[in-house]
């Protein structure tokens, strides 16, 4: 790891591009100065060529020295990059290659991805070189308008313009069950009350502000404004919690904006790009591990929709259920789907269909006594 520090170091020390690019610079200035003298008297322009061809060479030269420092450093970076980082092994169960043949969805995931991360400059970079790549034209604005906001939370501790958003998006937020609104209020309650001699300006902004809160936050909105009776000694009070911590306030309330922000655009709080990139990063020990069995076994793996091993992820990278039929102990799949009787039971729609070929009308359930007919299950979604 050390040899990587060092070589990164000296890579932004000494081999950057800096020098290079003020030597291009240079030598496009002297070509433009050339060009203007030329304009300004079409007379001078066989001494201004003829200076160019003594000056251009050598600044072209330089560039050049400028580069191969440059490649040096970029070629002793990469050769500590593998020295450090062997590849012990390749994980290759089948042949399958399952992204081979979705370029298109890998490339907006990658923009999609920089655009999340508010990377603008490097989406429309990737965009142009990329081709034509399938996004919705207002979602940069809307990821401008997001970051403009986070920004003004984050770094000024400004939270007008998310209290703005969350209020003319009050609607829909509260058909998502959210109090995006209302946290942020209160947290520029408590920003106000522990400001120096804060407490009347947070007096007047809870008369102004929180009471449109009070039919559904009442119980918090009382405990907020008790802590006027314990100004002097907030810390010993029972509301001390309230004002706590208000740091950490502020990035709760920054998160929780993302991902109402992100919902109201029908895109997931996270990218999914970084969801699929850490799952595979978490897996890949296993998978590696796996592959060198297999290898020392002689043995393959030729299912292509499944590993041969369990993975445990995370619950937060859990995104889909699996259904095991009790019947027939199969998991579900797209063509053999969950069924639901009518009684609740559920099983496989395989199962399910078996049960009906002994009886042309009425099938049991397996489970239950209850009897129902084939067109009454339903479909499951999990
Ligand atoms: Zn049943």
């Known amino acids: 790891m050390e040899s990587i520090e060092k070589e990164y170091e000296r890579l932004r020390k000494k081999s950057n591009l800096s020098k290079s690019i003020s030597d291009v610079d240079k030598c496009i200035q002297l070509l433009q100065n050339a060009r203007q003298a030329i304009a300004n008297d079409p007379s001078s322009a066989r001494v201004s060529i003829a200076k ?34 062997k590849a012990t092994t390749t994980y290759s169960t089948n042949d399958y290659d399952a992204l081979s043949s979705q370029s298109d969805l890998i490339k907006r995931a990658i923009a999609m991805h920089l655009i999340r991360e508010g990377q603008f400059a490097a989406a429309s970079t990737f965009r142009e070189e990329a081709g034509p790549i399938d996004i919705p034209p207002h979602l940069t604005t809307e990821f401008v308008e997001m970051y403009e906001i986070l920004n003004a939370m984050r770094i000024h501790r400004n939270l007008g313009p998310a209290i703005a958003w969350a209020r003319s998006k009050s609607t829909e937020l509260d058909h998502r069950g959210s109090n995006l609104e209302f946290d942020l209020c209160r947290l520029q309650f408590v920003w106000l009350f522990l400001e120096q001699d804060g407490q009347m300006r947070a007096f007047h902004y809870a008369r102004k502000e929180l009471k449109q809160f009070q039919e559904k936050h009442l119980d918090e909105i009382e405990k907020l404004l008790g802590a006027f009776a314990f100004q002097t000694r907030l810390k010993s009070s029972p509301y001390a919690p309230l004002f706590a911590d208000p740091e950490k306030c502020f990035n709760d309330v920054a998160n ?59 619950p937060g990278y859990q995104f889909h259920s699996i259904f095991v039929c009790p019947v027939s102990k199969d998991q579900t799949t797209e063509s053999n789907p969950p069924m639901m009787l009518p009684c609740g039971h559920v099983i496989a729609q395989e199962s399910l269909q078996r049960l009906a070929k002994g009886s042309a009308v009425t099938i049991k359930c397996p489970y239950c006594p209850k009897e129902s007919s084939l067109a009454q299950a339903i479909r499951v979604v999990i």
């Open 52 to 85: 160019l061809q003594q000056t251009v060479p050598a600044a072209l030269e330089k560039i050049k020295d400028d580069e191969k420092e440059i490649y040096s450093g970029l070629s002793r970076y990469g050769r500590a990059l593998d020295k450090t980082f």
């Open 256 to 314: 929780a904006f993302t991902k109402e922000f992100c919902s109201l655009l029908g895109l997931s709080a996270e990218s999914p790009l970084y969801i699929a990139a850490t799952a595979g990063a978490i897996a890949l020990p296993t998978l590696m591990k796996m592959a060198a069995i297999m290898k020392d076994k002689k043995t393959g793996w030729s299912t292509v929709n499944e590993l041969p091993a369990e993975i445990a992820l995370p």
